[in-house]
């Protein structure tokens, strides 16, 4: 065995590098204090340097209110603060925006990514990798009907979008500020982050580890959600369901020259031959369904271009909230700009 080769020099991290730790929070309150205490505490006397971003996704409950007195009480947390709600993805964008670390960490604020891993994170970091994602061991904490969808979702997406989502990873992860800049490039307002994290590529590997139950409140997905998230997924990252249409027809239409001739053959030989009320409605009706599920599709692509089209922010900010930066000068569209 020869040695590996030495990192080359955009690998070599920094001696006390800074972590960021990116936390999207939609009606936590009673998760971010525990949160806060947690990482603090793994955290506390290490070889590197922490501060923690958190993105209030325009939270109805005292998350807001909370998240302040956190960070008034502590230098080394920043709050990007929404207007509204604009959904996990978009407070995640958020995140990406406004951390400054060498490598950020994403994780949620329910305490279900365990911090302990943080620490196995930044030792492969360190080793040159350029993401390191958590890897679910077992999907045990989901129920059955999740656990099923989640996996046929990333069957197809792994089979028809040309990139691959490893099984069984979440959005914990934690990316290199090189890999960050690439993915705060991409322009596109629909972002399914982990579709994104997978297409930019680099070195990456997985840590794997158990997902523990939320520390409380509840999920904040639900069925409807989720369903959208995967449609945004696929149209976002594959063709495929656009493209397949031209073969679908173009297998009927040569079914249909098939059966045709088959008919005329029948009235030829046996003469004219009425009935056929019910074979006539059910062709109807199925040719019918297949044309509108071929328009339905084309309205999800079409829908998605409209967006795109738009060019609206992906998040508006309310507020900013960071100890070192009272005076920061916030337009409150994504790329805020700090006046340092
Ligand atoms: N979240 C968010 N905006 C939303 C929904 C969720 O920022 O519109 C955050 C939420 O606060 C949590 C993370 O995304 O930190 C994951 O959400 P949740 O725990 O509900 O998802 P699950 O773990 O059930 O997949
Ligand atoms: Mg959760």
């Known amino acids: 065995m020869t040695d590996s080769p030495a990192p080359r020099e955009h690998r070599l991290r920094p001696a006390r590098p800074l972590i960021s730790i990116v936390a999207p929070c939609y009606n936590e309150a009673e998760s971010v204090d525990l949160f806060v205490e947690t990482i603090f505490s793994i955290l506390a006397s290490q070889d590197f340097d922490v501060e923690l971003v958190f993105v209030d996704d325009g939270s109805t409950d005292a998350t807001r209110t909370k998240l302040v007195a956190l960070a008034d009480q502590h230098s080394e947390i920043r709050l990007v603060i929404f207007s509204r709600n604009f959904g996990k993805e978009a407070a995640l964008t958020a995140g990406l925006d406004h951390a400054r670390g060498d490598a950020v960490i994403v994780m949620d604020a329910d305490l279900q990514d365990p911090p302990e891993l943080i620490l196995d994170f930044i030792e492969k970091w360190r080793e040159g990798f350029e993401v390191v994602y958590g890897m679910r061991e077992d999907r045990t904490s989901d129920t059955a009907a999740k656990r099923i969808t989640a996996n046929g979702f990333y069957r197809l997406f792994n089979k028809i979008s ?6 069984n990873t979440g959005d914990y992860r934690l990316i290199d500020r090189r890999v960050v800049e690439t993915i705060k490039s991409l322009p596109e307002r629909s972002r399914f982050m982990k579709g994104l994290f997978a297409w930019v590529g680099y070195r990456s590997t997985g840590v794997l ?13 639900s069925f409807w959600r989720l369903w959208n998230f995967a449609m945004d997924g696929i149209v976002g990252f594959s063709t495929v369901p ?18 045709a001739s088959i008919i005329i053959l029948q009235t030829l030989i046996s003469g004219v031959d009425v009935p056929g009320y019910a074979s006539l409605l059910v062709f109807v009706l199925f040719f019918g369904s297949v044309q509108l599920i071929s328009v339905g599709v084309l309205g999800e692509y079409i829908s998605r271009l409209f967006i795109e089209a738009k060019q609206r922010p992906i998040y508006i900010v309310d507020e900013i909230y960071a100890q070192d930066s009272k005076d920061y000068v916030v337009s409150p569209v994504r790329g805020a700009e700090a006046a340092e």
């Not at 173009?250 to 059966?259: D, F, R, T």
């Open 162 to 167: 040309g990139v691959k989502i490893p099984q």
């Open 209 to 221: 580890y158990v997902r523990p139950e939320r520390a409380a409140g509840e999920t904040k997905f």
């Open 242 to 259: 656009l493209r397949v249409w031209s073969y679908i027809g173009a297998g009927v239409a040569l079914l249909s020259v098939v059966y």
